[in-house]
């Protein structure tokens, strides 16, 4: 059963509710959703529907609570199926919040972003993480300005290199040492090579082959699959350092 609009009373209970408005051959649509979550969907922080929808319906007139007809739904999206007109909307659709709510969605989307910063990058004097506040301050020194169409995720990768005019800031990497028995780890070189950073040791010792390697951190589980897929679980991935500089990947040798 679809829930019902939370019709506002007042305009403090209306801050509750964002629409999001689609029109097609001068028809409007909308659905109702809750403002802090339409922004999260569209980033593919939120990915149940259930948590971003006060109502599973799709509506001409949503404050009245007047639903789109099955003809309507046909002509404007090629289904009755309601669940598809709404995903439909989501991704194409305008939508109406108030500034208040802007404001506290463009707020949560920087920290985010920040956070990720924080989570991936370190200061290259003394080799630890900034404080999240100190990135919040130098995104506000630059000027940086959310954009609703992209991830938090690629804003953040994209802002790394602004903020190196602002703070001696670098990606940070994660060193291990891969091992595998036999001669699984000279079949599995040149898938590791694609998903490492960087190869910085080998050697074959105690008959395993042995890889000293940098990977971003994300690419963790990647690595630790292929190890265990090459080797039929027999392999090990050891982490050495959780902290490396990028920039002094190229001072390191074979």
Known sequence: MSRQIQRPGNLVTQTNVAYVRYKYKNKRFEIACYPNKVLDWRRGVEKDLSEVLQSERVYTN???GIEASVKQLKQAFQTDDHAIAIEHILKKGVLQVSKRERQAGLKKAKKEVASIITSKCINKETQRPFPQTVIEKAMENIGFSVNPKKSAKAMALALIPQLQEE???????????????GNTGKAA?????????KIEK???AGNCFIYEVLVDPGD???VDELVGRFTRGKGSVEI???????????????
Do not use: N, W, Y
């Open 62 to 64: 949503a404050s009245r």
């Open 220 to 222: 963790f589980r990647g």
């Open 202 to 204: 080998e050697k074959f």
């Open 240 to 254: 050495l350092e959780t902290c490396v500089a990028k920039t002094s990947v190229e001072f390191f040798g074979h």
């Open 189 to 197: 070189k040149s898938d590791v090579l694609r998903i490492v950073t």
């Open 167 to 181: 703070l001696p800031i670098v990606k940070a990497q994660m060193r291990l040492r891969l091992l595998f028995p």
